[in-house]
């Protein structure tokens, strides 16, 4: 695939992506999205094997953007468990950044969009179930470095994560206001030995 074809193929995602958040699961079909981009649906013949390997790349596209990049990012920062899940906690809770696909980030439309796709969608209500259990995952890792006993960190893992969840739909100008991550982080780990 030329650098060509993987910008076309990218437009063609990021399309379907802005779709799917703006006007939910329906909006991803050819016929729309060519005329989105103003392109013939010949180009997408060209670059997808059918509707099914462009929805593939959506999911793909949302992985990385929504988990890999973040937990990999936080990783290169080589913090403390604490200030790592001070540091994803302040992620979640604060101001969309651009991204996913030129659109704004709003964590809480894209979530509301991906778990509406997902009740239509074996393939993505999967893809959902492993990035949220890889996700509880990487927090009760966190934790159990920061000195919390395994099977306490899963449980308290899967709190703290329901409660960003909770926080990226919950986002508007005020609803975080006050809010101190510090203190959220340090009622997660309670009891924790950090030394």
Excluded: C, N
Aim: charged share 25%.
């Amino acid at each position: 695939m030329t650098i060509g074809d993987q910008r076309i193929r990218q437009e063609w995602t990021d399309a379907a992506f802005a779709g799917l958040v703006a006007h939910g699961p329906d909006a991803v079909q050819v016929r729309r999205l060519a005329l989105t981009l103003r392109v013939d649906e010949g180009t997408f013949r060209q670059q997808f094997e059918g509707l099914a390997d462009l929805r593939a790349e959506v999911v793909a596209q949302w992985r990385k953007v929504s988990t890999v990049q973040i937990v990999s990012g936080l990783e290169r920062l080589g913090l403390e468990p604490r200030e790592t899940l001070v540091e994803l906690v302040r992620r979640a809770l604060g101001s969309p950044e651009p991204g996913y696909g030129g659109l704004p980030k709003d964590p809480g439309a894209i979530h509301v969009a991906v778990r509406t796709w997902a009740r239509t969608s074996d393939e993505v209500a999967a893809e959902l179930e492993r990035l949220e259990t890889a996700r509880t995952a990487y927090i009760a890792d966190l934790l159990v470095r920061a000195g919390i006993p395994a099977p306490l960190a899963e449980r308290r893992a899967a709190l703290a994560h329901a409660g960003l969840l909770g926080a990226e739909v919950l986002r508007g100008p005020r609803t975080f206001e006050g809010v101190r991550v510090a203190d959220f982080v340090d009622s997660i780990l309670a009891g924790a030995e950090l030394g």
